[in-house]
């Protein structure tokens, strides 16, 4: 018998659709894409990811059924899983789920079975993105053109770089989502989806990149884009797509006016860098570990001195900007790892700050800031300047 440590993750499965506007006779979870049913195909990937304790919240009467494709799925890991009898509303099916954790759980994802292709590396990700404060969803860029209507009237254009479609899983703290639930609960008001209800908490949601594959099956159109998808190979395992790994480094003098702006962060009473921007040589190495990872040349192509909008510009313009053009290029960032060499500043009072920083500005993605110095050594020893090095993981999505 494999032992498995009791993982502090759990990923509350939601089953309970009606499967209405599928023209089904069953809830939408039960039926069959393939020779599998939706909800098996979503299992498939749920327990392809990092392990967890699995809740699936199944309709009134179908628990048996939610029984058996859980153990299916499942494997050598059905002791992780467990079936519970959803609500008359998603919001009360979550909650049913959430009565059911283990007390080690801190972390909570909320997932529709209906994005049954949704890949295991999104889930993982949304997992390591969430922290003790902030919830975490996966989102993709609109495209389309969007439209203000009023009955048949065109009435205004919409701001589409301003939106973002919402996907699952959507992950929480625990804690603050039981809260946020006992709220919601008392005021009687219904949201659209668990972000929207942790944020009327007063609890911030970020984002991260979402993927084409995670799209939710509620029209027959959808469940024809499923099957052509399995038909072509969108397995339930993580893609064969192997990460890659970037290097960046930066140098920048110390000389100029004003403050010092390192990691994201502004230092007062130390001695600024020199630069085209703000000669935040962090945040600039950063950006060439990631650009370089995913082969979009570097940090002089898309932010140098011919780009004078940059000009003066502070780490999280830089961050955003790549992160985007990486979503773009089809690419989601894992992590950074960034280590500075200098005298000053003195930096571990104001780690964790830097690391929630430049972690915002990237979307989300974990972020790694260690410091030392070279023991009077060097240009950085005699305090000439400072010398960064970077390292960034990505993944083809």
């Known amino acids: 018998m494999t032992l498995i440590p009791v993982p502090t993750t759990a990923i509350i499965v939601v089953a309970g659709g009606s499967g209405t506007r599928l023209g089904a006779a069953a809830p939408k979870a039960f039926v069959g894409i393939d020779e599998h049913s939706v909800l098996r195909h979503a299992l ?38 467990r079936v519970v009898t959803g609500g008359e509303t998603r919001q009360q099916s979550v909650a049913a789920g959430l009565a059911a954790l283990w007390g080690d759980i801190t972390t909570v994802l909320v997932h529709d079975a209906a994005r049954a292709l949704t890949p295991a590396t999104q889930i993982d990700e949304v997992a390591r993105a969430v922290t003790a404060d902030a919830g975490v969803i996966p989102a993709l860029p609109v495209i389309d053109t969007i439209k203000r209507v009023d009955a048949l009237e065109v009435v205004a254009a919409v701001d589409r770089s301003e939106l973002a479609a919402a996907q699952t899983p959507q992950g929480f703290p625990r804690a603050l989502l039981e809260a946020a639930y006992a709220a919601a609960s008392e005021s009687g008001v219904e949201y659209t989806d668990d972000a929207a209800l942790f944020a009327a908490a007063g609890h911030p949601v970020r984002h991260i990149a979402g993927s084409e594959l995670a799209f939710k099956i509620t029209r027959p159109g959808d ?51 020199s630069g085209h921007s703000d000669g935040d040589a962090v945040a ?37 900007r790549t992160a985007q053009l990486l979503t773009e290029a089809g690419f989601t960032i894992g992590n950074v790892s960034v ?8 930096f571990s009072a104001r780690r964790a700050e830097a690391e929630r920083t430049l972690s915002a500005a990237l979307g989300g993605a974990a972020v790694a800031v260690t410091a030392t110095t070279t023991d009077g050594l060097g240009f950085t020893g005699r305090s000439e300047g ?12």
């Not at 898309?302 to 510009?313: D, I, K, N, Q, R």
């Not at 280590?339 to 003195?346: D, L, S, T």
């Open 223 to 273: 469940l024809a884009r499923a099957r052509q998808l399995l038909d072509a190979g969108a397995e339930p395992a993580p893609a064969i797509l192997a990460p890659r790994v970037g290097i960046g480094t930066d140098v920048h003098a110390f000389g100029g006016e004003g403050n010092l702006w390192l990691a994201g962060l502004e230092w007062p009473g130390e001695q600024p860098l």
């Open 44 to 81: 498939e990937r749920v327990f392809a990811a990092q392990a967890a304790q699995v809740i699936v919240v199944a309709p009134a009467d179908h628990e048996g059924d939610a029984e058996t494709e859980l153990l299916a799925a499942a494997g050598d890991r059905r002791d992780l899983g």
């Open 284 to 320: 600039h190495a950063m950006v060439d570990a990631l650009l370089g990872a995913a082969g979009l040349g570097d940090i002089g192509e898309h932010f140098g001195t011919s780009h004078p909008e940059y000009a003066g510009a502070h780490a999280e313009v830089f961050l955003a």
């Open 386 to 397: 400072i010398s960064v090095t970077a390292v960034a993981l990505i993944y083809p999505r």
């Open 339 to 346: 280590q500075f060499q200098a005298a000053r500043p003195r």
